[in-house]
């Protein structure tokens, strides 16, 4: 007879002992133990929200929990597990395996014939791949494990979908600078898991406000630079004196939220682009400068300019896109830090630059009748006749020659296939430079259309040239 595993005893979330978390780090040590003492995220916990009220009459959906970091992604699923006395499994997706999924699965079915509930929590769940979420899925669908996801990154594109539509996707925001510093206060005071209980602290407010300013909207980090800072800072008289200094040398740089892979990445090249489209050299230069100190590939950063130059300055000023081509060609030579140089010149001119889309909506005007019209053979006299077959055939027969007419120009001369002849796909503004060649395409134009008449001498000579 198969021998049959002993449900294990159902762990409930339980408050954490003082003592156990004694030399934890004081961010962890400050984690809030129920709504009350929890700051941020009113639009999803705040009283008589829906998320506040399913977790209050324990109707915990499956979720993924979508901020930055900081923001209080793995405090909130740990409230939830507390409030609701479920079992609480936390797992990173950096460092677990199919096989300890697969141990929790089980287990989880084992203590749910007991009664209890258990919470499974993939911190960084972004980071699991297809097989790993795939693993997870039925057991979420069946009801096995209630699925609290953290990450930092766009569901949309680092969960898979069976496994989306069967969570909800709370977005969290950042927190504000109030609220970072109402998290330090706390920290500063609480004796029982704080810094209250050491010697007395001398943090003057400038300094506390340098280092919510430093700390970004990212708790964790505001908490962990404060106490590093404590516990290097000098004593005068018993007291312990915090000033700018520490905190600068326990933080080393600003926390800036950028990842390069991610919608940090996409959201500020964004800015930048939009920035420089809107002609607010200001905001162009500070987009710049906030992918640059983030470590920001230089050479996308060009590319996107070059796109710019010819998609939104285009005509307007030609010498935008030779600007931005030679910023790529001086970025890739100079390297960092010098290229920021030549990238804040080229950002500047950029943004100043008069704008006009006409290479982009001319090319789509094109691209349209390509696609939903026929594509009729290329006209003869259009075509090149390198052989006597060929020019037997009428290949280049009829082309004449642009040089050899009154201002480089042959009226008469087609270049549409018979279908589409008469279309107009540029029309060009009157911004800047191309204020000029509007006024010179108009006249072409005029000069065509008066060539094209009826009673107009025969457009195509039998001596044209190729």
Known sequence: MPRTRPAPQARLFQPANPEDLKDAPLAARMRPRNFDEFVGQGHLVGEGRALRRAIESDQVPSMILWGPPGSGKTTLARLIARTTSSHFAPVSAVSSGVAELRQIVADAEARRREGPRTILFVDEIHRFNKAQQDVILPYVEEGVVTLIGATTENPSFEVISPLLSRSRVYSLKPLTDEQVEEIIQRAIADKERGLGNLNLINIPQDVIEALVLQANGDARLALNALELAVKAAPATKGVLQINKELI????????????????????????????????????????????????????????????????????????????????????????????????????????????????????????????????????????????????????????????????????????????????????????????????????????????????????QSDDGKA
């Open 248 to 459: 600068e040398d326990a933080l080393q740089r600003k926390a800036l939220s950028y990842d390069k892979g991610g919608d940090a990445h996409y959201d500020t090249i964004s800015a930048f682009i939009k920035s420089l489209r809107g002609s607010d050299p200001d905001a162009s230069l500070y987009w710049l400068a906030r992918m640059i100190e983030s470590g920001e590939d230089p050479l996308f950063i060009v590319r996107r300019m070059v796109i710019l130059a010819a998609e939104d300055i285009g005509l307007a000023d030609p010498q935008a896109l030779v600007l931005a081509t030679a910023c790529q060609q001086a970025v890739h030579f100079v390297g960092l830090p010098e290229g920021f140089l030549p990238m804040a010149e080229t950002v500047i001119y950029l943004a100043t630059a008069p704008k006009s889309n006409t290479a982009l909506t001319s090319y789509v005007a094109a691209l349209k009748d390509v696609q939903e019209t026929r594509n009729d053979p290329v006209p003869l006299h259009l075509r090149n006749a390198p052989t006597g077959l060929m020019k037997q055939m009428g290949y280049g027969r009829g082309y004449q020659y642009a040089h050899e007419h009154e201002g480089h120009f042959a009226a008469e001369q087609e270049f549409l296939p018979p279908n589409l002849r008469g279309r107009q796909y540029y029309e060009p503004s009157q911004e800047g430079a191309e204020a000029e060649t509007a006024r010179r395409i108009d006249d072409l134009r005029a000069r065509r259309a008066a060539a094209s008449r009826p009673g107009t001498p025969d457009r």
